[in-house]
Every structure is written in C-alpha cells, then in structure tokens.
C-alpha cells in the first residue's frame, strides 16, 4: 500500500513510532480533544503484533479448543473440531494479514499514517526509510512515542538458530499442524500453543521448560493445575529441564507458519532425545529498540525504556519523548499497552495545552490483570503472595475450591479449580487475585476492580455475587477469610471448605 498522506508533508504536533495497538491508542488521545495533529510511523502491518500474530489469532486458535473441552464434560453434549475450519477461521479473525481495516479506522479518526522504518536522528525528529526509495524526515512539533514492541528471543542453544524453529508469530499462523511439536518454553505462549496444538490434532507435543513449574510468575497452584490437565491428555511435560543440542536436517525457510524442514532431533540436559517434525521457541521476548536511534537522543540501544508514570523517557530532558507497550517493560501484555497509550496521550495533549494537571499510570499498574487461555483458563491480577512478601507487605491469604460451588458444579460435574485472595493487612483491601478454572476470565475484572479502587475488605462484603454464578467464589472467599481470622483470634482451627 502506498504512503496514506502527502509526501512532502514533513511537521506533526506528534509522530507515534510503531502503530500496534497502543501505538493507534497514544495517536487516538493525544489528538482527538485537543486539535493536535498525530501520525503512525509504520514499517509493517497497521495493528502490530496483537492484531496478527498474538492475542487475536491464538484466541481464535484457542476459542474452539475450549468449546469442544466443555461440551466433553457436559452429559448430553457432544462437539467435534474441524482443524482446517477452525485455521480458516482464524485467516479471518486476522483479516488474512491484511491491514485495510486498520489503516482506514485511522484515517477516519484523523490520525495519518506513513509507511516504512522510523528511527530517531535527535530531538522530536524521526527519518522514515522503505526500501530503495529517499528518505523522508519527520518532525514533531511536540512529541515523539515510541511503540516498537518486542521480538522473540531465541536462547544460545547449539543448533537451535540453524534449525529454522518456529516462534509466536509461525505458531500462531500456522498453515497445518505438525504431527509432532516440541515447545521450548514453559510461560503464556508455551502452554497456550501446547494447549491448541493438542487440540487441533498433534499427535505428540512435548514441552520442556527450565524451571520446576510452568506459569512460574503466577501462584504456585496455577502451574500445577495447567500442568495436570496438560498430561492427562497426553503433552509430556520436561520440567526443570534444559535442551543441549538441536538437530535439523533440511532446515530451509519455507514461509512463517510452514514446517521448516526434515525432522527435528532434541536432545534434553540428561539425555534424553525427542524427536518432532516441527520445534517452537517460546522462551521469552526481546525489546525492538536496537535499531530506532536511541543513540541519537542520549540513550543506550537494546534494552527497556525506563519511563515515569506519565511514559515519559526518563533520561531524555525536555518531555518530549514516551514509551509504551512492550519496548517500556513495565507490562508486556497488549491491555497495558494500550493503557499505556491513553495515559500518555492524555499527557502529552495536557502539556501542548499548557495544563500541569497530567494524569498517572501508577493506578492502573497496581491491577495488572491478564488471563491466559488455557485448559484450564489462569485469571490474575495484582501481585501473588510470594511478590507481596519480597516487597515487605504483611499480607493474609485465602484459598478456595472453586469446583466446591453451585455455579462451576452446574458448568461441569467434575469442574477443577481454585482461586487465591491476597490481602494488605495494614489496609485491609485486596492486592492480588488469581483464579484458575473453566470459564473464570470475566472474574478477573471484579479483581482488577478491588485491587485499584482500594474496595475495603468491609465494603466487599456488600458486593452480592449472582447465583449460581462462578463469581460467587468472592463470597466464599470472604468468607474463608473471616473464618481465618475468627480461629486466630480463638486460637482453633479453621473451618474447612463448603460445599
């Protein structure tokens, strides 16, 4: 698609660099109350890596996966998945890579886009390069936003880069299922894409992670009950494991989302050997931020951009510069991002206005919810016990069954689950939520809302949950804890779970 503006345009009041979701977010705030003119600098696809290669086309992939799971544990119900309908399904959830929508939301909204490769060359100016043509030079005429993202990393592993392995964005666009997958990797991606894979039909899939436990950022129970259902259908878990050597022969780039070659061979720490038609690397991200100039203004290439909670770059004098999104570290998940991007939309529109009432992302960090799509879903938000404690907070926790309800029991007879509270004793409100179960995503919200609206221990009590809902688990929660506290003041025992 050619350049969406006049070519010998040259001044915005702000150049958004990277238009991926928080990208078209900062545009969007900074400019649509306050008469500033913005434009998204964009080398690839309008809509970044969520739109394409993430959320959306790992939730299409997940979404049927998670219907015929459920129809399984009802009675009565019977559902059966059709892999090549269910990947074309996904072509559309992701608009077939085609950015059309994008590009003309954007311009409708009044933000303009320019295409090719954006890079600092100093203060609030960008040059744009594409291809063999001249370069144009931008400038910003009151801020600059940096919404670059991140890239998968792929470890130091003999043979493992001459392997051709897939990543995030070939697991998620994948034109067939291997047969047989190994998944380097034990966090978000690799147990979403051990979950699909399985799903959609691979025979083997086998996951090898280097920490004991898998989703090791979330309570110790989330890991354990994805683990669980992960092995009793069959994905063979290598926990505490690392891989020694990859052998591929054959290995060629046939495209993003094809087999890259013959048969993979893996060989684990303690010898043992795996063998797969395809291997995914899912074993954390990187920040873009080698090549955007960096240098140029007074930073230091290839890290995180340390930020304020208004986004700016700390620094950089004159608060001419911001980052969201992954490139800041703060959250790499596409919700914060975004967030991200309207605060320092709202910032950026406040100072050009000449107003020093700015808001804060320090609240919304605080929430910090994210929900992985596995079987069984994993719901969080706030912190977990075990990073309260390293920050000094006295905290009390509460554990429930979340199987033990009317609601969950009514979903599926033989419903796994559990759900954690994390308490501030000093203040009495809820700092950290976790739920794991069948269906438990939309809870994480009434987390997110205690967590940042500091809702007293007090105050919940009068927050009615609707029966027979899984949401009644708040309830049981609370009153778990009110149990607690009643038996540590006698000095008895606690009441065990209801049922």
Same mark, same amino acid.
């Given at each position: 698609? !050619?350049?969406?503006?006049?070519?010998?345009?040259?001044?915005?009041?702000?150049?958004?660099?990277?238009?991926?979701?928080?990208?078209?977010?900062?545009?969007?705030?900074?400019?649509?109350?306050?008469?500033?003119?913005?434009?998204?600098?964009?080398?690839?696809?309008?809509?970044?890596?969520?739109?394409?290669?993430?959320?959306?086309?790992?939730?299409?992939?997940?979404?049927?996966?998670?219907?015929?799971?459920?129809?399984?544990?009802?009675?009565?119900?019977?559902?059966?998945?059709?892999?090549?309908?269910?990947?074309?399904?996904?072509?559309?959830?992701?608009?077939?890579?085609?950015?059309?929508?994008?590009?003309?939301?954007?311009?409708?909204?009044?933000?303009?886009?320019?295409?090719?490769?954006?890079?600092?060359?100093?203060?609030?100016?960008?040059?744009?390069?594409?291809?063999?043509?001249?370069?144009?030079?931008?400038?910003?005429?009151?801020?600059?936003?940096?919404? !670059?993202?991140?890239?998968?990393?792929?470890?130091?592993?003999?043979?493992?880069?001459?392997?051709?392995?897939?990543?995030?964005?070939?697991?998620?666009?994948?034109?067939?299922?291997?047969?047989?997958?190994?998944?380097?990797?034990?966090?978000?991606?690799?147990?979403?894409?051990?979950?699909?894979?399985?799903?959609?039909?691979?025979?083997?899939?086998?996951?090898?992670?280097?920490?004991?436990?898998?989703?090791?950022?979330?309570?110790?129970?989330?890991?354990?009950?994805?683990?669980?259902?992960?092995?009793?259908?069959?994905?063979?878990?290598?926990?505490?494991?690392?891989?020694?050597?990859?052998?591929?022969?054959?290995?060629?780039?046939?495209?993003?989302?094809?087999?890259?070659?013959?048969?993979?061979?893996?060989?684990?720490?303690?010898?043992?050997?795996?063998?797969?038609?395809?291997?995914?690397?899912?074993?954390?991200?990187?920040?873009? !931020?080698?090549?955007?100039?960096?240098?140029?203004?007074?930073?230091?290439?290839?890290?995180?951009?340390?930020?304020?909670?208004?986004?700016?770059?700390?620094?950089?004098?004159?608060?001419?510069?911001?980052?969201?999104?992954?490139?800041?570290?703060?959250?790499?998940?596409?919700?914060?991002?975004?967030?991200?991007?309207?605060?320092?939309?709202?910032?950026?529109?406040?100072?050009?206005?000449?107003?020093?009432?700015?808001?804060?992302?320090?609240?919304?960090?605080?929430?910090?919810?994210?929900?992985?799509?596995?079987?069984?879903?994993?719901?969080?938000?706030?912190?977990?016990?075990?990073?309260?404690?390293?920050?000094?907070?006295?905290?009390?926790?509460?554990?429930?069954?979340?199987?033990?309800?009317?609601?969950?029991?009514?979903?599926?007879?033989?419903?796994?689950?559990?759900?954690?509270?994390?308490?501030?004793?000093?203040?009495?409100?809820?700092?950290?939520?976790?739920?794991?179960?069948?269906?438990?995503?939309?809870?994480?919200?009434?987390?997110?809302?205690?967590?940042?609206?500091?809702?007293?221990?007090?105050?919940?009590?009068?927050?009615?949950?609707?029966?027979?809902?899984?949401?009644?688990?708040?309830?049981?929660?609370?009153?778990?804890?009110?149990?607690?506290?009643?038996?540590?003041?006698?000095?008895?025992?606690?009441?065990?779970?209801?049922?």
């Amino acid at each position: 698609m !050619t350049a969406t503006v006049d070519p010998d345009r040259s001044e915005w009041d702000v150049i958004v660099l990277g238009a991926a979701a928080a990208g078209e977010n900062a545009a969007l705030y900074a400019s649509q109350f306050s008469g500033l003119s913005s434009v998204l600098v964009e080398n690839v696809l309008v809509g970044g890596e969520c739109s394409y290669w993430a959320c959306m086309p790992s939730k299409a992939l997940l979404r049927p996966v998670e219907v015929v799971d459920a129809a399984a544990h009802l009675p009565g119900v019977t559902a059966q998945l059709e892999p090549p309908d269910a990947l074309a399904r996904r072509d559309v959830v992701i608009n077939r890579l085609d950015d059309t929508s994008q590009v003309k939301w954007a311009l409708g909204a009044g933000i303009d886009v320019v295409r090719g490769y954006g890079r600092l060359t100093g203060e609030r100016r960008i040059a744009v390069s594409r291809g063999d043509g001249p370069v144009r030079e931008l400038t910003a005429r009151h801020a600059v936003v940096i919404d !670059t993202g991140s890239c998968p990393a792929v470890p130091d592993v003999p043979g493992l880069r001459a392997a051709l392995p897939w990543n995030s964005r070939d697991v998620t666009t994948m034109k067939e299922v291997p047969r047989r997958v190994v998944i380097l990797g034990g966090g978000v991606v690799a147990c979403e894409a051990a979950t699909w894979l399985h799903g959609l039909g691979a025979a083997e899939v086998s996951v090898v992670q280097r920490g004991p436990r898998l989703l090791a950022r979330a309570e110790p129970f989330a890991g354990a009950l994805v683990g669980e259902e992960l092995q009793d259908c069959g994905v063979r878990l290598y926990l505490g494991r690392t891989i020694s050597q990859v052998q591929r022969s054959d290995a060629r780039d046939t495209g993003q989302g094809c087999i890259h070659g013959g048969e993979v061979r893996v060989t684990l720490d303690d010898g043992t050997i795996l063998e797969a038609d395809e291997i995914v690397v899912a074993a954390g991200r990187t920040p873009n !931020t080698v090549d955007i100039g960096l240098e140029t203004v007074g930073l230091s290439p290839g890290g995180y951009l340390d930020v304020d909670d208004h986004q700016a770059v700390r620094g950089v004098s004159g608060d001419w510069l911001y980052a969201i999104g992954d490139v800041c570290g703060r959250a790499l998940l596409t919700h914060m991002g975004k967030y991200q991007a309207r605060i320092a939309g709202e910032v950026i529109a406040a100072r050009a206005g000449g107003s020093s009432d700015l808001p804060s992302s320090a609240a919304g960090h605080s929430g910090l919810p994210q929900v992985v799509f596995t079987t069984p879903e994993v719901g969080c938000a706030g912190v977990t016990e075990r990073q309260a404690r390293e920050a000094g907070t006295d905290v009390e926790v509460v554990e429930y069954d979340l199987g033990a309800l009317a609601g969950t029991w009514v979903m599926r007879p033989d419903y796994r689950g559990r759900a954690k509270l994390v308490v501030d004793r000093a203040d009495d409100v809820v700092i950290g939520a976790t739920f794991v179960g069948a269906g438990i995503a939309e809870l994480v919200h009434s987390a997110t809302t205690a967590i940042v609206g500091r809702i007293p221990v007090s105050t919940l009590w009068h927050v009615v949950p609707s029966y027979p809902t899984a949401s009644e688990i708040w309830l049981r929660l609370l009153e778990t804890l009110r149990a607690q506290r009643h038996a540590a003041r006698a000095g008895g025992d606690t009441p065990a779970e209801r049922t």
